[in-house]
């Protein structure tokens, strides 16, 4: 065996996956406990979809498109945008903000894991689980109902290919937004960022109703790759030809972010300072 060969066989040694996946499974039953908790969810996001529904079908009901977009296409795009919702919800276990402040922080560093790669997997835990648990019952339903209409093969796989980076990329953005505490030690003001996150990366409205300048700067920010890609290729509203170079674009930007998220953290620990603790 060369020393080329030795080197990435002892790197994979130490990313140790099984040890991670742990922490995959751990929080994935950990939302099995609250009961409670999962029917007020299930509930709230059934009511949440049927408005959507509704307000749809409202706005439509003396057009047969707006910008470009017809009632069909908005449907697929916005319902399987719900079913989806809370897998690419913000990630609500990273707390490094709260970390930093109290200084418990230390105890997450001194641990024989890398922080980043840990609430990388305990995250996608907890967005499996709503999946699951959420996403799941309303799609059945809404399959049943016609309401929704299952693509080809093809763009299923892409979709789900997209998907996946697009919960690497909320990843990667809650995460940075996490790190950056370290240096202002504290997270109030860039935690409301997230509200324009969520509204550039098409979750409340497909980027084609955005004027033109406002189009721009959301195609030339990461935060398209989140949902608007993944549920374009869904719904129709990026085209055959299209799909690809989307593709390719998500996954660049998908790179980018997670180089960012290692330069920062590195960044982090070299400079960190514990406050409370």
Known sequence: M???????????GRLNIGKYLYYTRAEFMR??????????????????????????????????????????????YVLMGRV??????????????????????????????????????????????????????????????????????KTIALFMVSLAMGYVTLFSTGFVSGVLTFYTKSGVGVEHLYTLVEFLSGLYLPLEFFPGWLRTVADWLPFKAIHYIPMAIWSGLTGPGEVVSSLVSQ???????VVLCRAIWSGAVRHLTIQGG
């Open 251 to 257: 996954l660049i930007w998908t790179a980018i972010m």
């Open 84 to 153: 989806t919702a809370g897998f690419l919800a913000e990630p609500a276990n990273l707390r490094i903000g709260p970390r930093v402040r109290s200084g418990t922080i230390v105890h997450d560093l001194v641990k024989p894991a890398d922080l980043h790669i840990q609430l990388l997997f305990q995250s996608l835990g907890g967005a499996l689980f709503r999946l699951v648990s959420t996403g799941l019952p309303i799609f059945l339903v809404l399959l049943i109902t016609g309401a929704l209409t299952i693509p080809d093969p």
């Open 2 to 12: 060369t020393h080329r060969q030795t080197s990435a066989t002892a790197a994979l």
């Open 31 to 76: 939302g099995l406990r609250y009961r409670a908790n999962y029917w007020a969810t299930l509930c709230s996001s059934v009511i949440i979809t049927i408005i959507q529904w509704s307000l749809w079908r409202a706005v439509y009901s003396n057009t047969h498109s707006i910008a470009g977009v017809d009632l069909p296409t908005m449907m697929a």
